[in-house]
């Protein structure tokens, strides 16, 4: 972290090579603080053996090298990680670069974080699987954000929010479905996208 801070390349390139998945993390967000974060980095820490230094690469990957089909296609696969943190982080980052990614990439994306939707056993990656399906706002991830409107109320209060980026008859209906939520923060989410008063 300091060899971050003091633009130290070499030292944060051979916490990257150390057997501690916590400080190769440590040492990838280095590179990224002094510019020097490659995309061939991120691409070898997004497959590496440590879920500490996966995980790290997702999240970095959420705001650089967009548009990089293959960084894209390790986020995708990374969907499919044992680590849970690795997942919901990978969620986010195709969220976040959803813009850039290329038509059959976004497909395969929006597929598969529909079904973690529905199958991931983690509360926190199925909301990260909604909340990044509302990112995207393509309608072909709809039917996976209003059937997490049954969902824990952690999910079904990002659900409710997704349901903000798309358009319809559908997506409104579900608002309102909303609106009769036994979690009153479901409730207010919707009340405030339908522009209704407070219950």
């Given at each position: 972290?300091?060899?971050?801070?003091?633009?130290?390349?070499?030292?944060?390139?051979?916490?990257?090579?150390?057997?501690?998945?916590?400080?190769?993390?440590?040492?990838?967000?280095?590179?990224?603080?002094?510019?020097?974060?490659?995309?061939?980095?991120?691409?070898?820490?997004?497959?590496?053996?440590?879920?500490?230094?996966?995980?790290?690469?997702?999240?970095?990957?959420?705001?650089?090298w967009r548009g990089d089909e293959r960084l894209?296609?390790?986020?995708?696969?990374?969907?499919?990680?044992?680590?849970?943190?690795?997942?919901d982080a990978a969620c986010f980052a195709l969220?976040?670069?959803?813009?850039?990614?290329?038509?059959?990439?976004?497909?395969?994306?929006?597929?598969?974080?529909?079904?973690?939707?529905?199958?991931?056993?983690?509360?926190?990656?199925?909301?990260?699987?909604?909340?990044?399906?509302?990112?995207?706002?393509?309608?072909?991830?709809?039917?996976?954000?209003?059937?997490?409107?049954?969902?824990?109320?952690?999910?079904?209060?990002?659900?409710?929010?997704?349901?903000?980026?798309?358009?319809?008859?559908?997506?409104?209906?579900?608002?309102?479905?909303?609106?009769e939520d036994r979690d009153w923060q479901v409730?207010?989410?919707?009340?405030?996208?339908?522009?209704?008063?407070?219950?």
């Amino acid at each position: 972290m300091v060899a971050g801070h003091q633009g130290d390349e070499d030292a944060a390139r051979r916490s990257l090579r150390g057997a501690d998945d916590g400080t190769a993390a440590a040492g990838l967000g280095a590179l990224a603080r002094m510019g020097a974060l490659s995309a061939d980095d991120l691409a070898q820490a997004l497959v590496a053996a440590g879920p500490a230094l996966r995980r790290r690469a997702c999240e970095l990957a959420a705001s650089t090298w967009r548009g990089d089909e293959r960084l894209d296609a390790l986020l995708a696969r990374a969907l499919d990680d044992g680590e849970p943190l690795v997942v919901d982080a990978a969620c986010f980052a195709l969220g976040e670069r959803a813009e850039q990614l290329a038509p059959a990439l976004r497909r395969e994306a929006i597929e598969r974080l529909s079904a973690l939707t529905a199958t991931h056993k983690e509360a926190h990656v199925r909301e990260g699987a909604v909340a990044a399906l509302g990112a995207i706002g393509d309608p072909r991830g709809l039917p996976a954000v209003l059937a997490a409107l049954t969902d824990r109320p952690t999910v079904r209060r990002r659900a409710a929010v997704a349901l903000a980026a798309f358009d319809g008859e559908e997506a409104e209906a579900g608002l309102r479905r909303c609106l009769e939520d036994r979690d009153w923060q479901v409730r207010q989410v919707a009340e405030t996208l339908l522009d209704r008063p407070p219950s």
